[in-house]
Each structure stands twice: as structure tokens, then as C-alpha cells.
């Protein structure tokens, strides 16, 4: 069992949730949702090597020499930042709304799109006119490497870490047969991109071992209400549904586990716990049928209501068994779900993700083409070899790798150009998240700060809780509360005197 | 502002049409052309080198 260096969590009959109940959203049902993708680059075409780290560092040029810095807040409060080994990475601004952090999302691929073919322009000057930047949004390279796109839901800290991991993670495992991005190997195809890299199940430690789900210590909140739970073992999507969708259904699911420690009563989801998670999230991945085959072990068959038989379920079982316990935790407290998901609608989350579980079951893939990442790929591959019997694995991974490039992909344009995928958020929509934050969190105050700045010339910092102005003056001001987007008088300081410098006199 | 979930998917009622025989296999046939037409274009603008296309893609770093 991985060592879990978590600071402690408050029992539900001790201080935790008495204090925390003077707060509405310690009895609510309000989440903070964040993405945090960890973009790949690569350059075909030039006219001799090109190292992908330096394009990486010149996509950034325009970004480095406005921040003097590598790691930046834009005005719409979210992070751009480069990795020192070369992963260009957006992270979401702090949203309420799945379809919030979906825009914000993908105003990050609008961003790396920009910067890359702003690149591209100076990269051709020195490299040739057919160079070409890829910037992939995945997490596989041709080379074995495996990168990130990882979810944060803040979590009220009254629900032990062990909770998660029994109650959670085996829901994580079971909901990529629609969350799934899907990965053409060698071995044959994948329902996940990230299975065949993933170690420990839930662990504190991040950096080399490469566990499922952890929590942070520092949940960039109150530290007594909160923990943040970072979730690993997602892919990247492109797919809009699946961004939404797993950010959603994985916020039903918490609700239920949160107001289960909360009321200490049970959730209903003791018994999912699985014997094996990674072999189980193996199986997963090769279950072509999207969930009705795989065998996964439970950890205890009776406590999940099982007798005799032995012991294991299909990932399509478990998401059933979710849903069921969530369609009883939304009879009783539909109306406060509903409260805490501003924009999309719970009882529709809820609809579509019974959907979708259906279509799975009934083995009816092809109505899943317009919304499953993994789904609307596979059908592509295997169209092409019904085509072309001998087209080489080369085209197929080349395919997979095209469908995942937010610079100059082809594969998902065309079918997005085509109408073969849902939408949810048109372009109007993602060009307003790019210039503005959402405005029911602190990311409204970062975001107008950030604004405010540039349009000053002063030079300035932030980070998840904190900006701060180091010219014209030295001031500064703390964002504790995720969820609060109303200035504090430092806050208001700081903008007043960053309107002295803009005007050159008192702010009218 | 990010369209509601309810706009952006069929009603329940559009869904219960669908259901019906005939609509399905016209859409069925629709899927077919829509994936041909797909591929189509993905051919010819798919770079020709797949193999070096794939090999350039090497990522350091990371989780």
C-alpha cells in the first residue's frame, strides 16, 4: 500500500464540518474544478534537426519576454507555463461549472494554437518553409514517455483520503470507456492513452512514481475546509462531451461521497472497492466492447452485494452501480446538486451519462462516435485498414497522434469541419474564455489584475492565491477563497494604483 | 457564455425518432459517406512520411 503523507483529515464529529458549518458551501454541494494539461511538441519538415525543447522555448518568446518569466497568468486568471523538460502546460482558471472549465480548456488549445504558429512564422525564416510545429494535447510520445492531463475538484476535507481511494478510484478506472482517448499500439488499440503507464493507485508523491489520484496539501484554500484531489489518471480529450462529462459525473459522485462523510451515513459505495486498480485499469483499456467484458476483482464481492459467483464485475456494472447510488442521493438532494452547477444542469449530466452507459451496454459503439474520443478514433482506424488491408501501423499511429494536434492536426478538424462531433461550446464562446475569466471565482480578480497590469506596464506576480504588484509600488493581496470573486480592500488598493500609473493621476 | 448542456444535445424526443427503423438506416447509410468523406480528406493531407512523422514526436519530462 503506497505511504499517504496527507496533513490530516478532520472527523466528521470533531471540528471539521461544525466549523465548517457556519459556511453555506461546507453544507453545499460547491466544487472548484481545474484542468491542467501538459502539451507535447514535436517539428517535421525542417530542412535539418530541430530540437523540440528550443521550439518549445520559441513558441514561448512572446509570453517569456511580456512576464520575464516562464510561468504566467493570462487575463483570463489562467496559467501558461514551460516545463523545464519542455512540456508547454495550460492549467484552467478556477471554475464552478464543468462547461466553464471546458471553455477555459479549450481556450488553452486556442492559446498553444497561437503561439505555435506564431513559431512556426520564425521557425520557417531559419528552417525552411515546410517546417511544422505539432503541438499534441495526448499523453504518449513515440518514444515511451507519458504525460498529463490532470483534474483538480476541490473536496471538503472532512472525507478521508482512504475514502476516496476505496469509493473513487474504482469510478476513475470504470469511466474511460467514454472518458477514454484511445491510443493505436503495436499490441493493438486502447481504450486509454495512459493505463500501460501508470504505477500506484493513491499516493501522496507525485514526481516518479505515477499514481491515479493523490491529494495536495496545499488545496489553494482554507487548508481546514478543503484538500485538493488531483486526479492523474485521465487522458487529454478533444472530444467536448468528455471533457465535460468526466469533470461532471466525477462532481455527482463526490457529492454523494462528501455528503455520505458529511452525514455519517453510508454512501452506498463501500463495497466498489476493486482488488487490483491497476490491473483492473489494464483490463479497461483492453476491453474493445467499451466496458462489458473486462473482469475487475473486487476488493470485498459481499460488501458490494455479491454472493458467491467470483467476485469480479464488469467496468459497465460498476458505472451502473455509481449511477444507481447517485440517482438515490439526487432524489433526496437533487435541489442543492442542481445549486451547485451553475450552468450545465445535474439532472441532464445525469440523463446523459445513463446514456451513455446504455449505448455501452447495448454494444451500440456507433452512437458514441460523436462524443467518445476513443470511439470516434477507432472507427477511423479501422475504416482505413477496411480500406487500404495494408496500410503500415506507422499511418495508423500517425492518425492517432494528428487527432490529438491543436496546431495543425487534420484528423479532428475534419471531423469537427464535417459536423461528426458535439459540440458544447462554440467558438464565440471559446474566444470570450480567452480574453475574460469565469466571474463567479477568484479567477475574476486575477484575471482583471493580470489586465489591468499589462495594460499598465507594471511589473507584476501571481499565483493560485496571491498577486502582487512590484511596480509602480510594492503591494500585494491574497485570494484564500477559491470560490469568493469579490475584491478585498487590498485587492481594490492594488488596482487603484495601477490606474494612478495608467492615467498618470488619482483613478477617476 | 458556454452553451447548457440542454442546448447543445438532442431532446428526449428527437431521441425516441431516431429509434424508429427507417430513420436509422438512413442514418446508418449517412455515417458511412461521413466516415468516407472524413478519410478522404484526411489522405490527402496527412504528411506522407508517416514513419518520420511519428519518430519526430519524442517528449521529455512530465508526469
Known amino acids: ?508 | 457564455m458556454p452553451q447548457e448542456f440542454a442546448q447543445a444535445f438532442p431532446s428526449q424526443q428527437d431521441e425516441a425518432q431516431e429509434e424508429s427503423a427507417v430513420v436509422a438506416n438512413a442514418a446508418a447509410d449517412e455515417q458511412i459517406d461521413l466516415l468516407d468523406a472524413v478519410l478522404d480528406d484526411i489522405e490527402t493531407t496527412l504528411e506522407a512520411n508517416a514513419q518520420e512523422y511519428v519518430s519526430s514526436f519524442v517528449q521529455k519530462g512530465g508526469e
Open chain 1, 1 to 508: 500500500m503506497p505511504q499517504l503523507r496527507d496533513s490530516g483529515t478532520h472527523p466528521t464529529g470533531g471540528a471539521g464540518p461544525e466549523c465548517a458549518a457556519q459556511s453555506d458551501k461546507a453544507h453545499g454541494f460547491d466544487r472548484i474544478f481545474g484542468i491542467e494539461t501538459e502539451y507535447g511538441v514535436s517539428v517535421t519538415g525542417a530542412d535539418r534537426p530541430c530540437d523540440a525543447g528550443q521550439v518549445a522555448m520559441t513558441m514561448f518568446r512572446p509570453v517569456v519576454s511580456r512576464a520575464r518569466s516562464t510561468n504566467t497568468y493570462l487575463p483570463n486568471g489562467s496559467r501558461l507555463y514551460l516545463d523545464v523538460g519542455s512540456h508547454p502546460e495550460y492549467a484552467t482558471a478556477e471554475a464552478r461549472d464543468p462547461l466553464d472549465a471546458l471553455a477555459q480548456d479549450l481556450a488553452g488549445e486556442a492559446v498553444m494554437r497561437r503561439l505555435a504558429l506564431q513559431a512556426q512564422e520564425r521557425l520557417r525564416a531559419a528552417y525552411g518553409g515546410r517546417a511544422t510545429i505539432h503541438v499534441y494535447k495526448n499523453n504518449a510520445d513515440s518514444a515511451g514517455h507519458s504525460f498529463g492531463c490532470h483534474e483538480n475538484y476541490l473536496v471538503r476535507r472532512y472525507v478521508p483520503l482512504e475514502t476516496i481511494e476505496r469509493e473513487l478510484l474504482p469510478f476513475l478506472i470504470t469511466r474511460q470507456p467514454f472518458t477514454g482517448a484511445g491510443r493505436v499500439t503495436p499490441d493493438g488499440f486502447r481504450v486509454t492513452q495512459r493505463a500501460d503507464f501508470l504505477d500506484e493507485a493513491v499516493s501522496s508523491a507525485t514526481t516518479r512514481a505515477r499514481p491515479m489520484v493523490n491529494t495536495r496539501d496545499e488545496p489553494h484554500a482554507d487548508p481546514d475546509s478543503y484538500r485538493r484531489l488531483h486526479v492523474i489518471i485521465g487522458d487529454s480529450n478533444r472530444s467536448q462531451f468528455a471533457t465535460a462529462m468526466k469533470l461532471a459525473t466525477t462532481h455527482l459522485v463526490l457529492c454523494a461521497i462528501e455528503h455520505a462523510a458529511r452525514s455519517g451515513e453510508p454512501s452506498g459505495l463501500e463495497g466498489c472497492a476493486l482488488a487490483d486498480p491497476n490491473a483492473a485499469n489494464r483490463a479497461v483499456s483492453r476491453d474493445l466492447t467499451g466496458g462489458r467484458e473486462a473482469r475487475l476483482r473486487l476488493a470485498d464481492p459481499q460488501a458490494f452485494g455479491m454472493h458467491g459467483g467470483g467476485g469480479a464485475v464488469t467496468p459497465l456494472e460498476l458505472q451502473y452501480r455509481y449511477l444507481s447510488v447517485v440517482d438515490a442521493f439526487l432524489d433526496r438532494h437533487g435541489d442543492r446538486v442542481a445549486a451547485s452547477m451553475p450552468v450545465g444542469r445535474s439532472r441532464r449530466v445525469r440523463d446523459l451519462w445513463a446514456r451513455v452507459l446504455d449505448d455501452l451496454s447495448a454494444g451500440r459503439l456507433d452512437r458514441l462516435a460523436d462524443r467518445v474520443d476513443w470511439v470516434a478514433k477507432k472507427r477511423l482506424v479501422d475504416a482505413l485498414r477496411a480500406r487500404r488491408p495494408d496500410v503500415p501501423l506507422a499511418r495508423l499511429e500517425q492518425i492517432d497522434m494528428d487527432y490529438h494536434d491543436v496546431a495543425n492536426g487534420t484528423v479532428y478538424e475534419t471531423l469537427v469541419r464535417r459536423g461528426a462531433m458535439l459540440r458544447l461550446v462554440d467558438a464565440r464562446g471559446v474566444e470570450e474564455s480567452l480574453g475574460a475569466p469565469p466571474r463567479d471565482t477568484r479567477a475574476a480578480l486575477r484575471g482583471l489584475f493580470v489586465r489591468t497590469a499589462e495594460a499598465a506596464g507594471a511589473r507584476y506576480s501571481c499565483d493560485w492565491t496571491h498577486v502582487a504588484l512590484t511596480t509602480p509600488v510594492r503591494r500585494e493581496a491574497a485570494m484564500i477563497d477559491p470560490f469568493d470573486a469579490e475584491p478585498t480592500p487590498e485587492f481594490a488598493a492594488l488596482l487603484d494604483a495601477l490606474c494612478r500609473t495608467a492615467d498618470g493621476g488619482p483613478a477617476s
